[in-house]
Structure formats: C-alpha cells, structure tokens
C-alpha cells in the first residue's frame, strides 16, 4: 500500500478552485467519490486487500422491468482488487478516473471522454507502464464510476458530443442565459450534452407536445415551415440515434412539463431501434434508464402500411438487406415489442413489403407533404403506435 | 424532341407559390435557371441537338491562382448532349436537377441532397428506368448544376448538414430573429447551412478577432471559460472539417466585419489539411472559393514546436501511421505551402518527430492550459504560421 498516503482527503473546498460554486448536484457526487475512496483507505488500514464492486454491464445483468416499463440493471457485481494481477491494472484505472473526476467538478469544469483520457495519461514514475494505452481503454472505466456511484456521466463533469437541436414555443434558461426557442433562427437551439436542472431551467412553455424527429434535414423542413409554430409543439432532433443530452431533455419535457413525445422516425429496424432506446432505454446504458426512458413516448411513423395509406411510389422504396432483416427479427423479439400486436404487424409487414422508407422519401409526395399531410392526419387522429 | 413542350416557361411569381417573397438572390438564380432551359429549347427550335456545356470539376482544370491566393476551376467544359447514347442519361438528370431547383426557389423552399435525390426520383413514364438508381448519381449533377450556373448549392436552395456552432461578442439577424451570440447558454448558436446574406445579417459586433477551433470538444472548452468574453473575440467550430455554412460565414465575417481569422487545429496533416481548405478553398469546391476561400487566415497552431516549447508529456503523443507521413508530403507540395519555409519547417518537424498531436493532449498539462495559457501566449506573440 505504499503507493497511497493516507487520509490526504481535504473538503472540496479547500483542495478545488474557491472562486467555484458548487452545486448541489456536485456536493452529491464529490461526497460519493469521498466515500469510495475513503473504503478504499479503510480497506488498507485494517489490512485488508483493496477492492471495488463494480455493477455489471454485461448484457446477462440487464433486464426489462414490466411494471416501470424500462430496461435495468440487476444487481450482479464484479469484484475488481488490487492484489490480483489480472485486475491490477483496471483497479489502478478505476481509482485514476475517480480522481480525474473531483478534479473538474472542484474546479468547476468540465471536460469531454477524450478530454479525461489525456488529462489522466502519463507513465507510472519508474516504470514504462502507461496509465491507458489508448481511450478505448478510458472509455469503459468511465461508465465503470457512473454505474459505481450511480451518477451520471454529466454530474462526473464528462461530456459526451452536442447533437441535436430544438426549436418551439419554450424559454429556458442555460448556463444564465435565457433562450427563447422560438426565436432561435434557422439553427435553432443546440442541444448541449449536459441539460441536468442545474444547468437549463425551464423558465415557460406553451407546447402541448414534442415532436421528435429523426434527422437534421428533417428537422429542417419541419422548422422552415413554422410547423412549431402552426401547432404549438416543441420540435426536436438527435441526428439519428440521439446523444445522452437529447434523450435527456426529452425525458425532462415529458416528466417536468408534461408533454407527449411523438416520434417520427424512419421505416427500418435503426427507427424502430432508435424509437425503442427512447421509449425503454439502451442495454449499454440500463443504469441511466431511470432518467432517461421515457416508456408513454409514441411512435407516429413512417409505418409499414404507410407506403400504401400514403400511395408512394416504388421508386423511392429501398430494399431491405439480409443485415435488415435480421435487425428486425432481434427487435421483434425484444421483451417490450413481444406482447405488442401492433408491433408485431408493424414489423411483419416491413419483412412482407420487402422494402424500408425513409421520412426523406415523403417529399416525392410534395416538398412540404410531411409537414403538411402526413404529420397533422397522424395527429389528428392521433394514430400512433406505442 | 417531342417530350419537352416548347415554351411554357411563366414568371416565377405565377409559376409558384404567390405568397413566397424571393429574394434577390432568388430571382438571379431563377433568370439563370430560366436562360438554361430557353438554350434547350431554342436549340430544338432550330432542329439542333440540345446540350449543355458543364464546367469540367476534374483536377486537370482546377489551379491556384497566386495573385488571389485561392484554387480556382479553368475554363475547360464538357459537352453533355442528349442525342449521345452514353450522354443522354446524365443530360435528362442534369435538367431534371435544374428542375428541381426551380421547384424548390418557387416555393420558398430547401432540401437536403438526399431531399432533391426523392424528390426528382421516378420510374420514367413507359419505362422501367429510374430518374436516378441512388443518390451517388444525383449528387455530382447537383453540383454539375452549381458550377453550370455559378450558382452557390445555397442559393439553389439545397443544404448541406448543420454542423458546427458560434459563440461571441456578435449579434446576428438569422430568418428575422435577433440572435446574440454572447447569450446562447453551453450549446451555442447552431451555424446553418446557409448563411447567405439575405437570410444571416450581422447586426452589431464588438469582437475583434475569430478563434476557429477544429473540434466541438476543444469550442466547448473555450465556451465554458468564457474565453471569447475575456479576448472579446468570437469563437467557431466546424466538427472537423467545417461544413460549406461555417466555412462561408468565415469568409463573411473576415471580409465584411474585417475580423482576423484564426485557426486552432490538430497538429497533424488532417489539421493541415483543414486549415489549408479554409484560407484557399478545396480541389472539389474550387468553384466557390472566392466566396468561401480566406487567403488571410492564420494558423495559430498545434505547431510541431509545440511538444518541446511547451513540454508535452510523450504520454500523450500519437505515432505517424504510414498514411500520415504519405498525406504530410502530398500537403507539403502543395503549391500553396511550397514556396512557405515556414510551412515546410512545420511539416518537416512533424515528420522529424515521427508523431502528432491533438488540441486535446494540452489537458494534461491542466484543464484549461489551452484557453489561460497557450492561446493567449500565440495571441500575444502574434505568432502564427500563414
């Protein structure tokens, strides 16, 4: 243990920057990366090998829970101790990134994965051992703390990339600056990767629902023809399968403010996938489900029958590949679509017709069809599926 | 000649939507649109077979004019004629892009490529044959029609990706809303995709510089300390290599607003590619450099020199693969760069080194060493490559 000193721990306060005002958010996470490190110290007083119990990722430790309609955790751990040479090197890693960690939330900053990789990489004095040979070696210790001490990546102050964007009839306020959605031009409002309540308040909304769309171009369309405007709705992108950031404020809007969140998405398994990690979060994140999932959200298309209800044309279909095929079986046969008869024949028919749509493909219809047509007859009726 | 109807061209204004305003941009466009298809039919007219001269795109016509500093296309054309078996094909897609076009200005309306992809897309009456078999065939005539029309792709209303965000001391009129760029939250003002006068107008700027970074990850850096506040400056990004939208509101930001550019990149060739793209202009949009190219931009860094001048740990170096070195020397004899000993020292000592480094690496020597020390220090020294 002569590696590490003991109870050099100070109060965030003194160690970080003063001039940081630390939120409640960091208080809550700097004392859980506190409490993991002084087990750690305890551990090597007492004599004890050191160890943690990291939450296992792996697939076998996720589970969809009927009741909150979500995909979780269980509760399997994997032991991860100093004295074992094969774990040596990642428990190194685990204490590295933790300590990474309380670094930026004391002084108040915040950084990107990469940003963590090379902040924490360096030779082991002596050796010619390094800390991690490359990020993919970072990456995974990362969602290791976050699982570990239940927080989001967000409040450890690593981000992951700004996608996405939103336009609509909300103000906020970000980082003390008041946004008015509404007036945000043609690029509306850039989705940051951290939207914890901390950062962006919502200050007044006169939505009455989101309309989440798939792409920018997309997006695009919708917002060049005001359709936010025409029907009082917040409109939201991801850029295909949508960042933390992006499902997070989806889920903020949809809880806090009570809004329905109406996906419209393309017809082939990415959509149906991307509508399923919206509605019951992703296997590789199931620990942030809670607050990311959002089970009430409906997928209003494009549909399977969509290419005869809509009279498309054959030309702008696209045949599925084998790799399509097989996608949409594995979605078929994911616990939350297996009861879903609605699903089923969503996904039975995409097989039959043989082919995928995209929401591009609407606009062989007429420029603004979709923004037009295809969108407010699904509202109208309210023809979703769920 | 029988499919095309002779002369049933009408004013814009009838043609379209009557409540759509066009701009003067619009109306150039349209008359140029319009002049193209009288030369089609004038042609039948008298019984000649209608072509079209399309400005060649290949390498063999593009060059780098030295008294502007910026690549430019020569004059050489290639004639598409529809009586030519082998030219028919593309010379129907060619004026069913204009087609599009035309469509899309009378409306009031843009699109994506892939947007104009469907929306001309059609199994060709009588026929099995497809307007286009995919989007690979639609693309270069979008761009066969940029050039034939020296027309930017924004001004024929098509759109590239969104990509890319601002922030800084500037206030912008972007579709009729007011946008202050020193209060746009964490996320920023989203730069659109065009960024044309008539849609983007500058309002008011205090700002007297533009810092460019390459990565969103490294603007977000800059953001979070309020750099731009702090050197009254404005700060960009463009996700890699920036977007035609970033890369054309750089130019109007230097030559309208008379802002310096300055450019934070990889030290590595694809961040002297980068920088070698924004000051003058690309071998794939040479037709547009004059209005994109910056031939006074300056490379702030990451310089080769930097490993030593600011004593980088080689924790944190990337080793040159083989296809690194190849791309330095393609780079190095560029004609641009090599008459510039400076540039050629720079490359040189990359190669000397034998690794690269990203903007990213200087977290290890603190947080915010990029925005508190090694910025400010180039701006103070005024030392910059060009």
Redesign the interface.
């Known amino acids: 243990m002569a590696k590490r000193k003991p109870r050099t721990a100070k109060p965030a306060e003194q160690n970080g920057n003063p001039n940081v005002e630390l939120t409640e958010a960091d208080r809550r996470t700097l004392a859980s990366l506190r409490s993991l490190a002084d087990g750690v110290v305890s551990m090597a007083e007492r004599s004890r090998p050191p160890h943690l119990d990291i939450p296992s990722r792996s697939l076998s430790n996720v589970r969809f829970n009927k009741s909150r309609r979500v995909i979780e955790m269980g509760s399997g751990t994997n032991r991860r101790e100093l004295f074992n040479l094969s774990q040596a090197r990642s428990y190194m890693q685990t204490v590295l990134v933790t300590s990474g960690c309380k ?2 939330i004391e ?1 108040g ?4 994965i ?2 963590m990789y ?2 924490l ?3 082991i004095e002596g050796t010619k051992e ?2 991690f040979n490359d990020q993919s070696e970072c990456d995974p210790i990362i969602e290791d703390v976050e699982v570990t001490l239940n927080a989001l990546r967000e409040e450890l102050h690593v ?1 992951a ?2 996608r996405g ?1 939103m336009v609509g009839n909300i103000t906020l ?7 008015d959605c509404s ?10 990767s ?1 939207v914890e309540p901390e ?2 308040k919502f200050l007044s909304c006169d939505a009455k629902f989101v309309l989440h769309v798939e792409k ?2 997309v997006w ?2 919708f917002n ?2 005001k359709f936010w405007r025409k029907h009082n709705c917040i409109l939201t992108h991801g850029n295909g399968q949508p960042p933390r950031g992006v499902r997070r404020l989806l889920n903020r809007l949809h809880n806090e403010l009570k809004l329905p969140i109406y996906c419209l998405l393309d017809n082939d398994p990415w959509g149906y996938y991307i509508y399923s990690v919206i509605k019951q979060g992703s296997i590789n994140l199931a620990y942030e489900s809670a607050r990311m999932a959002i089970p009430e959200a409906k997928f209003l298309g494009l549909r399977s029958i969509d290419f005869v209800r809509c009279g498309l ?4 279909t696209i045949n599925l590949s084998d790799n399509d095929r097989k996608r949409a079986q594995q979605i078929a046969a994911y616990p939350w679509f297996q009861n879903k008869k609605a699903w089923q024949k969503e996904i039975e028919l995409m097989l039959k017709n043989g082919f995928k749509l ?1 929401v ?5 219809k007429g ?2 069809y979709v923004t037009e047509e295809y969108v407010p007859e699904r509202l109208e009726e309210q023809d979703f599926l769920d």
């Open positions: 670094q930026l002084q900053k915040t950084t990107s990469r940003g090379y902040l990489k360096h030779s390094e800390t981000y990339s700004n964007a306020n970000d980082s003390g600056d008041e946004i007036r945000m031009g043609s690029g509306g409002y850039s989705i940051p951290i950062g962006v920018d171009t695009r369309r060049e023809d044309s054959p030309s702008v995209e591009e493909a609407l606009i062989n420029i603004s």
